[in-house]
């Protein structure tokens, strides 16, 4: 199984999180990590979506997933505008729901459930690296 | 993966549903349409059954903050029964955890749901 994936933003999620899966059991990753990992997937895909839209040219991304003993990686690649998940503030104020806008959650759920993001721009391309670590629980 | 979406109640102040599958961000559309359905200015409680839910995102958590506020301003609740652990780790992520009505399971949710239709009859 290739460590890789590529797809357009348009194609439906099922299938990467289906060989995310896979890949995940392979590497001997626990449901509790998977399922976050899963949420971090839609999270980007999401934003992808919203924030990454240029033109109207094919707008394709990609993952990899790796693991380095104890770390997780998921390594995200896409070709559209530049946007840097990690400079956003997302915390969340102690407010009650009524008082709280109700947008602004993905990348609060991205910071939560891993530990470290780190974003560059190159070649043309957003690249983020984001590093779970297995043995601890967030 | 889909997402199922079973009404089991909906009467004038009280509406449950059961969800199944995933509620992340191709699904999330299908609950907002439902829910815009059957939540009106009468309902009172909304009581959603996560029990076979196995995923959620911050698009699922959107139409459930919309939905809860939307009560809120009418005097109404939200409550949530059979949450899995990663789903109320994402829950406790936005701290939401404080506003909602949680329930351990179906049957204790059906209970509070069943005195509070008789509370709604009686009045």
Not at chain 2, 49 to 72: E, P, Q, V
Request: hydrophobic content about 40%; aromatic content about 4%.
């Amino acid at each position: 199984m290739s460590s890789r994936i590529e797809l357009d933003v348009q194609q439906s999620l099922d299938g990467v999180l289906a060989w995310m899966t896979g890949r995940l059991h392979l590497l001997g990753v626990g449901p509790s990590h998977a399922h976050d990992c899963k949420v971090i997937v839609d999270e980007y895909v999401a934003n992808l979506s919203t924030h990454g839209r240029v033109s109207k040219k094919s707008q394709i991304w990609s993952l990899e997933v790796v693991r380095d003993n104890d770390d997780l990686l998921l390594r995200f690649r896409d070709n559209g505008g530049a946007f840097d998940p990690t400079c956003h503030d997302v915390s969340v104020d102690e407010k009650g729901i009524a008082d709280r806008p109700v947008g602004g959650l993905g990348l609060l759920l991205i910071k939560e459930l891993s530990d470290t993001q780190v974003y560059r721009y190159r070649d043309g391309q957003n690249c983020l690296d984001v590093k779970i670590h297995l043995t601890r629980e967030k | 993966m889909a997402l199922e979406i079973e009404v089991t109640i909906a009467d004038k102040q009280a509406v449950k549903v059961l969800l199944a599958g995933s509620l992340d961000s191709q699904t999330s559309p299908d609950l907002e349409r439902e829910l815009a359905h059957r939540v009106s200015e009468d309902t009172r409680t909304l009581a959603i059954d996560m029990s076979n839910l196995a995923f959620i995102s911050s698009a699922g958590l959107r139409i459930i903050f919309k939905n809860l506020k939307t009560l809120k301003r009418q005097g109404g609740k939200l409550s949530v029964s059979g949450m899995s652990p990663s789903i109320r780790k994402v829950f406790e992520i936005v701290k939401v955890m404080p506003d909602l009505t949680v329930f351990a399971d179906e049957a204790e949710m059906d209970e509070y749901l069943s005195a509070i239709q008789e509370r709604y009859r009686e009045a």
